[in-house]
């Protein structure tokens, strides 16, 4: 079975960092893309990170663009998300997403909530 | 970016009925592959996003065969033949083509 456990959300000052894990098993980490979505409280998905298998190609919202960076460890199946210089439009839960085939999410983490407020 | 629109926003629908939703797309979804990625997703209340059907029509595993998806180009059409009350929730649909990844507004779906 597929799990992919977020971790290291939390309440961040603005101008703040914080970094989030996604432990993946049940799957073949290193052969998957992965991405971050994030979800606003009340609002739709909002895509926000993708890497290519072996971490070599990233791609970033141009919300996120200069500020986050997703790197993973294909040894340890785990994703990360480092997020620096968080603003309140921030906040939201951020999602750990399997990526099957183009861009068609399969398997989705239950997220982890990061709160952006002095 | 892409823009994804979905209507409509609200549907309540009796068990048993049928339900439909649109997504209509700021450019055309076709690859140059000759693959079209438009994928629908379904948020059940509390839960995470799951996947429903990819690449227009192909139904991901485990989903019944009362959903189905349509459409080509710009136009492209989520329907469930009979909803049941399990299907409650907002449906996202979700273009694979262009960077970034972009999704409808979403379209809620009670039962009455």
């Known amino acids: 079975e597929v799990q992919l456990v977020e971790s290291g959300g939390g309440l961040v000052q603005p101008g703040g960092s914080l970094r989030l894990s996604c432990a993946a098993s049940?799957?073949?980490?290193?052969?998957?893309?992965m991405n971050w979505v994030r979800q606003a409280p009340g609002e739709g998905p909002v895509w926000v990170s993708r890497?290519?298998?072996?971490?070599?190609?990233?791609k970033y919202a141009d919300s996120v663009k200069g500020r986050f960076t997703i790197s993973r460890d294909n040894a340890k199946s785990t994703l990360y998300l480092q997020m620096n210089s968080l603003r309140g439009e921030d906040t939201a839960v951020y999602y750990c997403?399997?990526?099957?085939?183009?861009?068609?999410?399969?398997?989705w983490g239950q997220g982890t909530l990061v709160t952006v407020s002095s | 970016d892409i823009v994804m629109t979905q209507n409509p926003l609200f549907l309540s629908v009796t068990p048993g009925q049928p339900a439909s939703i649109s997504c209509k797309s700021s450019?055309?979804?076709?690859?140059?592959?000759?693959?079209?990625?438009l994928h629908w997703y379904l948020q059940k209340p509390g839960q995470s996003p799951q996947l429903l059907i990819y690449?227009?029509?192909s139904r991901f595993s485990g989903v019944p065969d009362r959903f189905s998806g349509s459409g080509s180009g710009t136009d492209f059409t989520l329907k469930i033949s009979r909803v049941e009350a399990e299907d409650v929730g907002v449906y996202y649909c979700?273009?694979?083509?262009?960077?970034?990844?972009?999704f409808g507004g979403g379209t809620k779906v009670e039962i009455k």
């Open positions: 997403v399997k990526d099957r085939h183009w861009n068609s999410f399969d398997s």
């Open positions: 049940g799957f073949s980490f290193s052969t998957n893309w």
């Open positions: 890497i290519d298998t072996d971490g070599s190609n990233t």
């Open positions: 450019q055309s979804l076709l690859h140059s592959d000759g693959n079209t990625y």
């Open positions: 690449e227009v029509s």
């Open positions: 979700m273009q694979g083509v262009y960077l970034p990844l972009t």
